[in-house]
T-cell receptor
């Protein structure tokens, strides 16, 4: 059974900092891994999908890496902004998405 | 940009009542999902649906739950006799069909269900 852990659980940083969110998963038999953003009381916005054959995927200030064999993914956010404040969820996909508990990010202006 | 829509956005119901949550997936998508998130907890998979049948379901998805694609656009989740513990945000998602599930799942905004 896939288990997903995200570290840290919460993070508070000043505006402009570069930061790294970590995700680990127990079952490496995945097709892809998605990173999502969730604002309080809202739905899930897909940020990046990284295929199992890929090592990295970039979108704007976001960069996701995947090491399938070790069961790890990281989301790198460059030059953080207050608008980045949200919960970030990692979800590997085998035959369904399995979500971590998320990292709550607060970027202070 | 195409998006997944869900109705209603909020629903309050009495324990034991039936509820139907509705979703309109992105029009050319063929794989559909329901997930739920109990307040303060992780997002959990409920069921996946393809080619008019359930592909996979979780242990949460018991006989009280059912899904249907009644026409070419809607995808519904029915809870036959709601319990207090069914209170949660319910998310619908859809994706294209491709090889090995390499496509992004797009999520709707959710329906917040409160069972009293």
């Amino acid at each position: 059974k896939q288990e997903v852990t995200q570290i840290p659980a919460a993070l508070s940083v000043p505006e402009g900092e570069n930061l790294v969110l970590n995700c680990s998963f127990t079952d490496s038999a995945i097709y892809n891994l998605q990173w999502f953003r969730q604002d309080p009381g809202k739905g899930l916005t897909s940020l990046l999908l990284i295929q199992s054959s890929q090592r990295e995927q970039t979108s704007g200030r976001l960069n996701a890496s995947l090491d399938k064999s070790s069961g790890r993914s990281t989301l790198y956010i460059a030059a953080s902004q207050p608008g980045d404040s949200a919960t970030y969820l990692c979800a590997p996909y085998g035959n369904k998405l399995v979500f971590g508990a998320g990292t709550i990010l607060r970027v202070k202006s | 940009e195409p998006e997944v829509t869900q109705t209603p956005s909020h629903q309050v119901t009495q324990m034991g009542q039936e509820v139907i949550l509705r979703c309109v997936p992105i029009s050319n998508h063929l794989y559909f999902y329901w997930y739920r998130q109990i307040l303060g907890q992780k997002v959990e998979f409920l069921v996946s649906f393809y080619n008019n049948e359930i592909s996979e379901k979780s242990e949460i998805f018991d006989d009280q739950f059912s899904v249907e694609r009644p026409d070419g656009s809607n995808f519904t989740l029915k809870i036959r006799s709601t319990k207090l513990e069914d209170s949660a945000m319910y998310f619908c998602a859809s994706r294209l069909i491709g090889t090995g599930g390499l496509e992004t799942q797009y999520f709707g905004p959710g329906t917040r269900l409160l069972v009293l």
